[in-house]
């Protein structure tokens, strides 16, 4: 039986930190290669079509996740989460596989809510502007509104099930 680890507030306060610093790094490459695809590769105005638009902002979304998904992977085994009771078993093929699997569940969140918010919000504009680097001020919205919801669910998800302390 594997002893308990047990963590310090302080501690803790600095796992959170690490955690938020490595989120930061994957979502701004999540958000960049969103962007790419969304604006450059596959626009949503290729095909004049709102299935298309839906399409495109489904696999844009996609993408970037599993960027940032993998990015997260490495920094968090590497950098992240310090106080674990077996690091070994913490970055094995096997735990990769439940990170993912609750990164997964994340990226269906945020495939639906930003699906849903884009959908449910009006058009927004800022300083006269509806847009913004060539892209709705909606999506934005959704995106960062997701990735809010998101970061608890994996913090929580990845704490509980990988990288017990």
């Known amino acids: 039986m594997e002893e308990k ?3 310090t507030k302080t501690q803790l ?5 690490r955690f938020l610093l490595v989120g930061g790094t994957a979502t701004v490459l999540d ?7 969304r604006q450059w590769i596959l ?3 290729l095909v004049d079509s ?3 638009d839906i399409i495109s902002l489904t696999i844009a979304t996609a993408l970037g996740f599993v960027v940032g998904l993998i990015v997260n992977w490495v920094l968090s085994v590497k950098f992240v989460y310090r106080a674990v009771r077996n690091k070994e078993e913490a970055a094995s093929k096997k735990s990769f596989l439940i990170f993912t699997v609750i990164g997964l569940i994340g990226l ?3 495939e639906l809510g930003v699906v849903l918010l884009v959908w449910a919000f009006p058009e927004i504009t ?16 959704a995106k960062v509104i997701m990735t809010c ?3 608890v669910w994996n913090y929580l998800g990845r704490k509980i099930f990988i990288f017990k302390s």
Request: charged share 10%.
């Open 149 to 151: 919801i998101v970061l």
């Open 31 to 37: 958000y960049i290669v969103f962007y790419l695809f």
């Open 108 to 110: 269906g969140l945020t």
């Open 50 to 52: 709102d299935t298309w």
């Open 126 to 141: 800022i300083v006269n502007v509806t847009v913004f680097l060539g892209l709705p001020w909606e999506e934005w919205f």
């Open 13 to 17: 306060f600095w796992e959170i930190f």
């Open 5 to 7: 680890i047990k963590q």
């Open 43 to 45: 626009p949503g105005a």
